[in-house]
């Protein structure tokens, strides 16, 4: 069993080592895709754009998989633990039996003492297994995500991004204009109930 975990616990680095390796690929593609626009080629751009956009996922597929085999590597070293702490118990309770016969109360006073340290190194492995299994993400980027990335990756170099694609980066200029608006009125109606 204690293979197992082993190859568990390996498996979950590899996954982890797999997502820094697209997390590397995403920022090449990026930085692809902003020389492209900067050149004018909006073609090679998208197709940069996309691949930023699969190896971002990828990325975040390696995580969440490299999440869920440590977790269940946690509960395999749980089990491991579980069976080291039995057969201790065991051995205790054993030894405690052939203390009572003799009464020999220091014998019986460094069992329990044995006893209670078994459990206490249960509880702390319990503790770090939950704390691993409460990791967990899940994210899921939309279609559309391809055309926002190329807009910030022109606004980054400092380029028009000449598309005839609808865009909320356009909308959200007018929105934000009309929240500062209604933020400004609140403020006013806000310092006039305090002047009363």
């Not at 206490?120 to 994210?139: F, H, I, K, N």
């Not at 391809?146 to 980066?169: C, H, S, T, Y």
């Not at 006013?188 to 305090?194: D, E, G």
Request: aromatic share 2%; glycine share 4%.
């Amino acid at each position: 069993m204690e293979k197992h975990l082993f190859n568990l616990k390996f498996a979950a680095k590899e996954l982890e080592r797999n997502s820094k390796k697209c997390d590397k690929e995403e920022k090449v593609e990026k930085l692809k895709l902003k020389k492209a626009i900067e050149k004018g080629n909006m073609e090679v751009a998208k197709i940069h754009a996309e691949n930023a956009i699969r190896q971002k996922n990828q990325s975040l597929n390696f995580l969440r998989m490299s999440a869920r085999v440590d977790a269940t590597a946690s509960r395999v070293q749980s089990a491991v633990t579980t069976k080291k702490v039995s057969k201790s118990m065991e051995g205790v309770v054993k030894g405690m039996s052939a203390a009572m016969k003799s009464m020999n109360l220091e014998k019986i006073s460094t069992l329990m003492d044995n006893f209670e340290k078994q459990f206490e190194d249960l509880d702390v492995q319990t503790s770090v297994m939950e704390g691993a299994m409460s990791q967990s993400t899940a994210t899921n980027i939309p279609q559309e995500g391809v055309d926002i990335l190329m807009r910030q990756a022109a606004d980054e170099a400092g380029l028009e991004l000449n598309m005839e694609l609808p865009g909320p980066a356009q909308a959200t200029i007018g929105q934000s204009t009309q929240a500062s608006t209604e933020q400004d009125e609140l403020s006013q109606r806000l310092a006039r109930l305090r002047q009363v």
